[in-house]
């Protein structure tokens, strides 16, 4: 029996529990310095209330393990009504003075950390594979062998990575400026102003477009991976008279820039050159004709349709899909898969670092589109995206910078934040798809 | 960029000519129109204006939707840059013209474009109706250039647009770091510098003597150049030359005065008193911030100047001409106007209403104030007297119109222009150290063949 004292190393979910208690004393104390320290304020019932359930829901959490599933969901949405109550502070008010302001933000960090706890309770699990208890226990130090060369190498890296942030921070630096420090061309702003992202959403009508956008995006993926994945699939796997031809024609089409097709493109959905789909009629009763009238002018088919099939994902597709063994097919129809069977249940879920490197890239990519959806959108109420409402900010003559840098992170957080999740994916997607340079 | 540009253009003009589904050109006989069915008529109208101005313009568009006695909604949309107008006009008229707008904001050379496949209607007809058009005696209230910069002679005189502003190429200047320079006895002259001597003698004395009220951490210029075809023609104009030469029917990019304005600023670079803009609009930002000097740019930016020096170093500035050979300036006047589309006839009749409406002198003077381009008619000036009061440098600028001459109103000018701004950054930076002349030679060249290009098809 080993009777060696062992350190104590909280479980996943009490260490979630420790962080709900955390945030939700670290919410009570600011609710209460706020309350204290300006006049007329009052103390928060809202904010009180939520700080209160929460170190209730981590204590008891913490006590029994087995509820804490439960009461880290509980603290969860008790951290969103928080995030709400303070979204809707910043809106009416938008204007925050000198230490309120740090109470304020902390406050709002505090109930994100509730609802983000969830996300937190990883970290011991990660300890734990990184060093033992027998390693602890021993007092024994883990040192890993940093050679001269290495740290050379990273400082260039660092250096190098940091040129490369640089655009990205200044755009950040200059969203929370005031248009006279962006004149005087100051680094870093002497006062957060977070009303910047406020009016730049609230001027711009960035809740239209960016829901226009988000449908913009999500229609043309999901069309895009059928199209492409079932393309892929019979160019990787399926054996047929052309396949050869056909494929080089389609990497051909790689060739041609998106200007040279935009006006035939043009033509196509202005029903021009032969019959479309009337896009009002209802499925199975489609009504195809040629004219003014099957115009998909101002339409989602419009914006969607036309990018369902790009040559690219279907290239970087099939190479992932050729590299799957055969004896997998073979072993799939003994058992009596057929080829549809096969690529649901066996291809598709070893592919997914290939699909989700697809799914972002087309993301990104119709996510950035200008061009094409101002030719064929007239009314700026309808389905244009959230490129379109950054010029707002612009004219002929000048421009609010800190207005458009504000809005330009807003336009970009969606893909950090896609491309965060699919960090690993993605570059695994890259790697083993022969793409890599 | 630039080839990108030439490409789409070429496309758009292959594409433009190659298709039979053209919108047909026909005369019109507008006075048989009775006003009842012009009931309901729905005019679209697009336009690049965003912030204080779209507010302002759509004013003006619900005032005309209530008031108009015939029944017209007008419906005002932005859509996007001049440059995504021109693309998505082009394009329509590639698809058969049936999405076309009942009105558009189009620049001359756009207009001229457009006009190759006989998009636009002339106005003319409208203008002169006796039952909808403007009186002889009110047409004589709009300033003469403005009015006739939408005459063209490539097409036979006809009037392709209608103008409901204009702007200018101006000097933006610091007045208080002028005076400290002169103070200094670093510079002869008071005042803004009116020739280019005195103007490269104050840029270069402002390198030595900075703005004592700058807030700006750059080191101080005289003259900051974004580089741009209007500047190149502004710049050429005030040295007593043009760059197309109306008889001939071709660009003259590589005359005398081109090569003496392109040689001017060179000199000016060459010296260190002028330095090139890294950034869109960032000669703007380091004029308010009290690091330069000069800038030279559009009158419709002095809103944008104000912000800037008010948020900026706080000085006291105002505009002038562009420091000339001439006798008297010359200034470079441009502006977008409206052309009509050929659609139908009630909805070109609507359109041109509306315009009617848009340049009534009244409405003009609401539209200058807030857009802060200048009015086209006289009568309307006449009651921005406050206005001019409260905004000196608008006076000033004002005052210069009448030296104003444009540039050439030609189809395929688009990616002249481009060419233009990188011919002249690189003969002024020396990136290109050939002999200016040459150039010029050979931008001109190519300005021609474009005009070629884009003038085929034309009859």
């Known amino acids: 029996m080993d009777n060696t004292k062992r350190p104590f190393i909280p479980s996943r979910a009490a260490f979630a529990d420790l962080f709900t208690i955390g945030c939700s004393v670290m919410l009570l104390i600011t609710s209460w310095y706020m309350w204290q320290s300006v006049d007329g304020m009052g103390m928060n019932l809202n904010i009180v209330v939520t700080a209160i359930a929460g170190l209730i829901f981590g204590l008891i959490g913490y006590y029994n393990p087995n509820l804490s599933r439960w009461t880290s969901i509980g603290a969860a949405v008790i951290g969103l009504n928080g995030i709400l109550y303070y979204l809707t502070i910043y809106a009416e008010t938008c204007q925050f003075e000198g230490t309120l302001t740090f109470s304020f933000w902390l406050a709002a960090l505090a109930t994100s950390g509730l609802f983000g706890q969830v996300v937190v309770s990883r970290a011991p699990s990660q300890v734990k594979q990184s060093m033992t208890t027998q390693d602890l226990t021993r007092g024994k130090r883990v040192r890993q062998r940093v050679s001269t060369s290495s740290i050379v190498l990273y400082t260039v890296m660092t250096f190098l990575a940091f040129i490369a942030m640089m655009p990205f921070l200044w755009m950040i630096s200059t969203s929370f400026m005031t248009l006279g420090e962006t004149i005087n061309r100051t680094w870093i702003p002497s006062e957060l102003q977070v009303c910047n992202y406020y009016e730049a959403w609230d001027t711009a009508s960035f809740n239209i477009y960016f829901t226009n956008s988000l449908i913009i995006a999500l229609t043309t993926i999901a069309g895009l991976l059928v199209v492409s994945i079932l393309a892929a699939y019979a160019f990787a796997k399926i054996k047929f008279i052309g396949s050869g031809t056909l494929f080089t024609i389609l990497l051909a089409t790689l060739m041609v820039p998106q200007i040279v097709v935009m006006i035939p493109n043009f033509l196509v959905v202005n029903g021009q050159v032969f019959p479309i789909p009337e896009t009002r009629s209802v499925f199975p009763f489609i009504e195809f004709g040629m004219g003014r009238d099957f115009s998909w002018m101002d339409t989602l088919a419009v914006l969607s349709v036309p990018f369902m099939g790009s040559a690219f994902s279907i290239f970087l597709l099939r190479q992932f899909f050729v590299q799957i063994p055969h004896e997998l097919w073979e072993a799939a129809r003994i058992d009596g898969a057929g080829h549809l069977r096969f690529l649901i249940q066996i291809v598709l879920p070893i592919s997914r670092p290939a699909i989700l490197t697809v799914t972002l890239l087309t993301f990104i990519a119709s996510w950035n589109s200008l061009l094409w959806p101002l030719l064929v959108t007239q009314d700026p109420e309808k389905w244009r995206p959230i490129t379109y409402g950054l010029q707002a900010f612009s004219d002929e003559a000048g421009t609010q910078i800190h207005l458009l840098m504000a809005g330009a992170f807003i336009t970009i957080l969606p893909m950090l934040i896609l491309y965060f999740l699919t960090q690993k994916t993605f570059t695994e997607g890259i790697a083993t798809t022969g793409l890599k340079g | ?459």
């Open chain 2, 1 to 459: 960029m630039k080839k990108l540009s030439v490409l789409l253009m070429l496309l758009l003009a292959v594409a433009v000519f190659a298709l039979p589904i053209f919108a047909q050109s026909e005369d019109r006989d507008y006075d048989s129109i009775a006003p009842e069915d012009l009931n309901g008529v729905v005019v679209t109208f697009w336009h690049q204006h965003t912030g204080t101005r779209e507010e302002q313009l759509m004013e003006i568009v619900n005032e005309f939707n209530e008031t108009n006695e015939y029944g017209i909604i007008v419906e005002a949309s932005n859509q996007g840059g001049y440059g995504d107008i021109f693309q998505k006009i082009t394009t329509a008229l590639a698809a058969g013209g049936g999405d076309l707008p009942s009105l558009v904001v189009a620049y001359q050379n756009q207009a001229a474009t457009y006009e190759v496949v006989d998009g636009l209607i002339d106005i003319n007809p409208l203008l002169n109706s006796p039952v909808w058009g403007i009186p002889e005696e009110e047409q004589a209230d709009f300033f003469e250039s403005f009015f006739n910069a939408d005459v063209f002679p490539t097409f036979d005189n006809e009037r392709l647009g209608f103008p409901p502003n204009r702007s200018m190429e101006v000097m933006y200047y610091n007045i208080d770091w002028l005076n400290e320079l002169y103070e200094a006895g670093a510079i002869s002259f008071q005042g803004p510098p009116t020739t280019p001597e005195q103007f490269y003698e104050a840029a270069c004395a402002a390198v030595e003597n900075p703005f004592s009220g700058a807030t700006g951490e750059n080191a101080p210029t005289g003259y900051q150049l974004s580089a741009d075809a209007s500047r190149f023609a502004a710049w050429t104009f005030a040295h007593g030359g043009d760059i197309f030469d109306y008889e001939a029917g071709q660009y003259s990019l590589n005359s005398e005065a081109a090569v003496e304005a392109m040689t001017f600023l060179k000199s000016l670079f060459d010296a260190g008193c002028a330095t090139e803009v890294f950034e869109r609009f960032g000669d703007q930002t380091n004029f308010g911030a009290g690091t330069t000097l000069f800038t030279v740019g559009s009158s419709s930016g002095m809103p944008f100047y104000r912000s800037a020096v008010e948020e900026g170093a706080g000085f006291e500035w105002s505009v002038a001409a562009i420091p000339h050979t001439t006798e008297e300036p010359v200034q470079n006047i441009y502006g977008a106007s409206v052309s009509i589309p050929v659609t139908t006839p009630e909805e070109e009749l609507a359109a041109w209403l509306f315009v009617k409406y848009y340049t009534s002198p009244e409405v003009q003077a609401r539209w200058a104030q807030a857009s802060n381009y200048f009015p086209v008619r006289a009568s309307a000036a006449e009651s921005l007297t406050e206005y001019f009061e409260a905004e000196p440098a608008y006076a000033t600028a004002f005052e210069l119109l009448q030296y104003g001459r444009s540039e050439p109103p030609v189809p395929g000018y688009d990616p002249v222009r481009e060419e233009m701004a990188a011919v002249m950054m690189a003969i002024v930076t020396g990136e290109d150290d050939r002999d200016i002349e040459e150039i010029l030679t050979e931008l001109n060249e190519f300005a021609n063949e474009e005009l070629e290009l884009a003038s085929m098809g034309m009859e």
